[in-house]
């Protein structure tokens, strides 16, 4: 499956942005799809993943009860809806996808996004 992320920008603090993750392949409906973002001189940092039903999600602490993690298999799309943004998630944003594993273990997944900054400025 290959993946492309989109919908980054610059934005003020408290705005809102929604990340897309586009994927190609009939069985994108069978991966789980992860968001992990990185800014400058920090690790790759998951931030919300889901299953490939869309069942189940999961968070970072850090973005909880501000990002949403959901998806469209009809589409074959990810999205990463992130409200009340703050200077602290700065950052690129990847997705990724992977058909036998599902978690927060970036170096797990097998297929990855380019990227999409996101700014956010006080």
């Known amino acids: 499956v290959q993946l492309q992320a989109s919908g980054g920008g610059l934005v003020q603090a408290g705005d809102s942005l929604r990340l897309s993750c586009a994927a190609s392949?009939?069985?994108?409906?069978?991966?789980?799809v992860d968001w992990f973002r990185q800014a400058p001189g920090k690790e790759r940092e998951f931030v919300a993943g889901?299953?490939?039903?869309?069942?189940?999600?999961d968070y970072a602490d850090s973005v909880k009860g501000r990002f949403t993690i959901s998806r469209d298999n009809a589409k074959n799309t990810v999205y990463l809806q992130m409200n009340s943004l703050k200077v602290e998630d700065t950052a690129a944003y990847y997705c990724?996808?992977?058909?036998?594993?599902?978690?927060?273990?970036?170096?797990?997944?097998?297929?990855w996004g380019q990227g999409t900054q996101v700014t956010v400025s006080s």
């Open positions: 990724a996808a992977d058909r036998s594993y599902a978690g927060r273990d970036y170096t797990k997944f097998r297929a």
């Open positions: 392949g009939r069985t994108f409906s069978m991966y789980a």
């Open positions: 889901t299953s490939w039903t869309g069942g189940w999600t």
